[in-house]
């Protein structure tokens, strides 16, 4: 048995400059940790920029972690904030946003979504909770992706919420 193992080459820099007097070596440390995690679980290696056109660039948000979805070509921000960077399991955070510059949408945006889990509130018309036509259903429905909100992740009342799973029952 042959086994064919493709590795994809994602570019990346990293400038993490905060205002004021700031220094980001722990930040800096902790993308490569997050980085070497990534490497740990997946086939797609992020490696360092030489003078590569299309690149992904781990950047200081002053208020909120996000990514672009998928490549969009040329410089490619990544943002990070405090929050990403100093909470308990960061890790995922810069994770999570490393997938969506890859292309990943967030678990509980498939068109199938209501089969699995309840969003609440007007929060549903929320960028991060409204589904996404032409999502790909022909995968099982995964509660613990590092793609999927928490009921925690948001705010209950102001911004909807995610209730938890759905009763399915399989058989009488």
């Not at 490569?32 to 995690?37: E, F, G």
């Amino acid at each position: 048995i042959y086994t064919t193992v493709f590795i994809l080459i994602i570019c990346f820099t990293s400038v993490l400059q905060k205002p004021l007097n700031s220094t980001d070596a722990w930040e800096q440390m902790k993308i490569q940790k997050a980085i070497k995690l990534f490497h740990i679980v997946s086939c797609v290696r992020f490696v360092p920029r030489t003078n590569q056109k299309d690149y992904v660039k781990f950047v200081w948000s002053k208020n909120e972690c996000h990514s672009v979805l998928g490549q969009v070509g040329g410089a490619q921000d990544i943002a990070l904030s405090d929050d990403c960077l100093y909470k308990p399991g960061y890790r995922g955070a810069v994770v999570h946003e490393m997938m969506h510059a890859l292309g990943f949408i967030h678990e509980h945006q498939r068109l199938d979504r209501d089969c699995y889990v309840i969003v609440t509130g007007y929060g549903k018309s929320l960028h991060n909770l409204i589904q996404i036509a032409g999502t790909d259903s022909r995968f099982p429905y995964d509660f613990n992706s590092i793609m999927h909100y928490r009921q925690r992740d948001y705010l209950k009342g102001i911004y909807g919420e995610i209730l938890g799973t759905q009763d399915i029952a399989l058989s009488d």
